[in-house]
Each structure stands twice: as C-alpha cells, then as structure tokens.
Nanobody, 124 residues
Framework: QVQLVESGGGLVQAGGSLRLSCAPS????????MGWFRQAPGKEREFVAA????????NYADSVKGRFTISRDNAKNTVYLQMNSLKPEDTAVYYC?????????????????WGQGTQVTVSS
C-alpha cells in the first residue's frame, strides 16, 4: 500500500508561481513512476506531467509545457511540480499519482495510487 500526500497548493495571482510537493510512503519511492494530474470543476481529470523512476524521462501536457517542471528527489522520497507563469485556467485540484508498471504514463487508469489532491486557484 502506498499513501500519497500533496502539499503546496493555494491562491496565487496570474503570472505567479507555486511549487507542489508529493511525498509517497509505503514502498520504495524509486520503484515507481510519478505523475501529476488536475481536475477543474465540471471537467474530467487531465494529465499534467509525469516523470520516470530515475527522473531521467519527463513528459508534459501541451497546455503546461514551458511553464511547469516536474522533478523528483529519490533521497527525500518527494516529487515536485514547479508551476510558473500561472494562468486562471490552471485553477484546479492537483493530484499526484504513483505508477508501478510503466516508465511513465499520461493515462489516469494506469496509475495505481492517488493522493487526496491540493487546490490551486489562480486569480486574474
């Protein structure tokens, strides 16, 4: 069993920055790929970014490419999502997820464990 706890969400003005953190527990952190997803009110959960077990491979949704950066520190058992140049359309609940079977994935159904989410609100 893996438990994921996100932190770092909040309210920020457009153009600002936030850094989300996710600290899994329960299994060896370096044994699974990690992803960030988000869900806005009335919309489906969507892929934001993913990172491989070693951190050597990353992938981003087109909507955040160049503004968001996913990274991981396997020594600290933490994955991060640095979000810069935030826009009102980035407002959503952000979730981290762990994937034991793939190098990384953009699909929600391929992730094995999910956090409870952290709210990010970007005001215009």
């Amino acid at each position: 069993q893996v438990q994921l706890v996100e932190s770092g969400g909040g309210l920020v003005q457009a153009g600002g920055s936030l850094r989300l953190s996710c600290a899994p527990s329960g299994r060896t952190f370096s044994s699974y790929a990690m992803g960030w997803f988000r869900q806005a009110p009335g919309k489906e959960r969507e892929f934001v970014a993913a990172i491989s077990r070693s951190g050597g491979n990353t992938n981003y949704a087109d909507s955040v490419k160049g503004r968001f950066t996913i990274s991981r520190d396997n020594a600290k058992n933490t994955v991060y999502l640095q979000m810069n140049s935030l826009k009102p359309e980035d407002t959503a609940v952000y979730y981290c997820a762990a994937d034991f079977h793939n190098m990384w994935s953009i699909y929600t159904y391929e992730y094995d464990y999910w956090g409870q989410g952290t709210q990010v609100t970007v005001s215009s």
